[in-house]
């Protein structure tokens, strides 16, 4: 039986993605699960990042504590597609500071597109969540509903796989009451008018 140490791929499960850059050019990046000991550098990065800046008690959901979060992430998750499996070097070889350069660095929209692409790859990655039942999915479903509008959606704290399966589902089922509606509709009215077309009025029912 092989061992952990044989079979294992850590980091070096990669996923090419492309980047486009506000010049227009579009670059490849890989993007690679991290492991445990990323996880903590990337949340005390965060933390710094966000006392550096003015929180007093960084936590998920406040803004700068998320950004810093995200720009860590990619930092380590992010690597050189040219670089071999077993020696990958970093995307971004200026680490945090090259990402947030105020002239060189990164927008939002695009440190978030990384980040989506890193945590869903690492999701990916992961054993396999449990999917929703039926009774689940509904509830879930009721749940968002009844969200105050403007106001977080629990979605928002599940993983990235979990909220693409959950809103893929969703979209597949209104999808197909549509259809089911333009269906019973078209029947409808087809209906209404073979009716009118087969029933005599009362000149006819006179005239003959």
């Known amino acids: 039986m092989a061992r952990y140490g044989q079979i294992k791929k850590g980091v070096r499960a ?6 486009p850059m506000m010049d227009g ?15 903590a550098e990337i949340l005390a990065g965060a933390r710094a990042f966000a006392v550096a800046r003015g929180v007093t008690e960084p936590k998920d ?3 700068l504590y998320e950004l810093g979060r995200w720009v860590h992430t990619i930092a380590l998750g992010c690597v050189d597609p040219d670089s071999p499996a077993h020696a ?12 947030l350069d105020p002239k060189d660095g990164l ?8 980040y989506v ?7 990916q990655c992961a054993p396999s969540p449990k999917g929703m039942g039926a009774g689940e999915f509904l509830a879930q479903v009721l749940a968002h509903a009844g969200v105050p509008e403007g106001a977080d959606l629990p979605l928002r704290r599940w993983r990235p796989v979990m909220q693409q399966s959950f809103v893929h589902t969703m979209a597949r089922q209104l999808a197909s009451l549509l259809q ?6 078209s029947d409808g009215a ?3 008018k073979s009716s009118a077309i087969s029933k005599p009025n009362a000149n006819e029912i006179g005239e003959s």
């Open 14 to 19: 990669r996923k090419r993605i492309e980047l």
């Open 88 to 99: 990958p070097q970093p995307f971004f070889d200026g680490g945090v500071e090259q990402i």
């Open 107 to 114: 927008d939002r929209d695009r440190i978030a597109l990384l």
């Open 25 to 39: 050019s579009v670059v490849a990046c890989d993007v690679v699960p991290l492991l445990s000991s990323g996880d």
């Open 190 to 192: 087809e209906g209404e």
């Open 180 to 185: 089911l509606k333009s269906l019973i509709g």
């Open 117 to 123: 692409e890193q945590e869903l790859w690492q999701d």
């Open 61 to 63: 959901g406040e803004p």
